[in-house]
T-cell receptor, first 117, second 112 residues
Framework: GAGVSQSPRYKVAKRGQDVALRCDPI?????LFWYQQALGQGPEFLTY????????KSGLPSDRFFAERPEGSVSTLKIQRTQQEDSAVYLC???FGVGISSYNEQFFGPGTRLTVL | QQQVKQSPQSLIVQKGGISIINCAYE??????FPWYQQFPGKGPALLIA?????SEKKEGRFTISFNKSAKQFSLHIMDSQPGDSATYFC???????????FGGGTRVLVKP
């Protein structure tokens, strides 16, 4: 595809349910990032993949959050036993290479808006 | 820990005016400072970025000013247009790293 896509775009879950959010990065992009954006706030880093390797998961808020990218392309962010404080937009971004620079721009998807009731 | 502080939270500017957004950071190891533009329902998109070895960078109507000693940087939008109405985020990161730290965002409204 032309850009990063995410599905579903909207997800409503009852507290305690498990959810899975999907990210399709730009084809060939090595790096993949997940961010959490609370309402009216800036994105906050969750985790980073370089190909299939999860090199940084320092931003995951609890052990209920789990991410994978088994074949180095599509990634899934899973949240177990969802809580109301998990309500946010979850953004996925990908970049061609590694490192952070204007030459390795992070392209963001539209996000998945998760609402936990 | 909020490592990047952004102000103001919102601003209203007349068409043709100048929008100024300020950010301050704490981590002196940061060496990459991008600005992102986000429209409702969309993900952030890179607008312009600067490295600390320069004090100013201009791309079209957008200019970043950088003050390393004060650990501050700002975005100036010249000749603001209604299409510039969006939320703007500053961010900071380490070029050799893998994560960006974002400010809280500034909602800009340009009145025609």
């Amino acid at each position: 595809g032309a850009g990063v896509s995410q599905s579903p775009r909207y997800k409503v879950a009852k507290r305690g349910q498990d959810v899975a959010l999907r990210c399709d990065p730009i084809s060939g992009h090595v790096s993949l990032f997940w961010y959490q954006q609370a309402l009216g706030q800036g994105p906050e880093f969750l985790t980073y993949f370089q190909n299939e390797a999860q090199l940084d998961k320092s931003g995951l808020p609890s052990d209920r959050f789990f991410a994978e990218r088994p074949e180095g392309s599509v990634s899934t962010l899973k949240i177990q036993r969802t809580q109301q404080e998990d309500s946010a937009v979850y953004l996925c971004a990908s970049s061609f290479g590694v490192g952070i620079s204007s030459y390795n721009e992070q392209f963001f998807g539209p996000g998945t808006r998760l609402t936990v009731l | 820990q909020q490592q990047v502080k952004q102000s103001p939270q919102s601003l209203i500017v007349q068409k043709g005016g100048i929008s100024i957004i300020n950010c301050a950071y704490e981590n002196t190891a940061f060496d990459y400072f991008p600005w992102y533009q986000q429209f409702p329902g969309k993900g952030p998109a890179l607008l312009i970025a600067i490295r600390p070895d320069v004090s100013e960078k201009k791309e079209g109507r957008f200019t970043i000013s950088f003050n390393k000693s004060a650990k501050q940087f700002s975005l100036h939008i010249m000749d603001s247009q209604p299409g510039d109405s969006a939320t703007y985020f500053c961010a900071a990161g380490k070029a050799a790293g893998n994560k960006l730290t974002f400010g809280g965002g500034t909602r800009v409204l340009v009145k025609p």
